[in-house]
């Protein structure tokens, strides 16, 4: 067993369902290397423990609300893969500072081997951050890279959140049923930026609980793992479905306007 869950047996779950959904990733092809991370707001369960205090790092920009809080964090350069089949070193617990300016490792999978954390917890931890601010029941941040997703980034036509949510909404009844209000779309910037954190947080703010990252991937939140990754699932088979109509050399002749508003009117849909 993880040596994490040694330390604190509340995390077994956490790192169980961490385990299940990497497997889900690497199998769909979005997890290739090191892609993709994942982390969870653990401080109900882990408050209290007896912890070591490893490195310590400043962040670039203040958390102050998560100031005392635990995250579970996938580790930078580890692979998905690894994670899925329980390999050490994959995943680290950290506490943000009482101030929120910097964060300690306080456990990681396998002693002297703690991994550090993604070098995307910028947008981590300002999605964690916007989601205590909101009072959100989420605590799952998921970044993934689903291959037609982010191929839809890629082509003109698709480069403004009305446009790809046209587009993805229309193909598929599903979307509009999973995600009401559709995606969020984060322009291309650095991987690991503040600008990809603020672009981020943004987008969660205008109420999409999945945001692409053009050119790269996406980011979601959910009250579990499972449920951040569902509707990475729903809208990549959407993408699929634009990009095989396109493939098959015409535009998808897909869903009416009258025929959302019947989704929005029979499954009572926030619009
Ligand atoms: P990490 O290995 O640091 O988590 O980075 C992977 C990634 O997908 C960056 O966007
Ligand atoms: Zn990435």
Redesign the pocket.
Known sequence: MSDLAVAVPALKPWLDEMAEVAAYLWEKGWAER????VSVDVTPVVAGAALPAGLHERLAASRPELGGHYLLV?????RFRDLARGVPASVCLIRIDDDGAGYQVVGGDDGAQVARP???LPAHLAVHQSLVRRGASERVVL???PTELIALTLLSGYQDEAAVNRALFSVHPEVKVTVPRGVGLAPYVL??SEALARATVAAFERDHPVVLWAK??CLAVGTGVVAAFDPIDTLNKAAQLVLLCRGAGQQPDGLSAADLAELVRVFKLRE
Do not use: C
Not at 34 to 37: D, E, L, P, T
Not at 74 to 78: A, E, K, L, Y
């Open positions: 090191n892609a993709g991370n996938s580790g930078t350069g580890r993604t070098f995307e970044h993934t890279h991987p690991g790269h991937g």
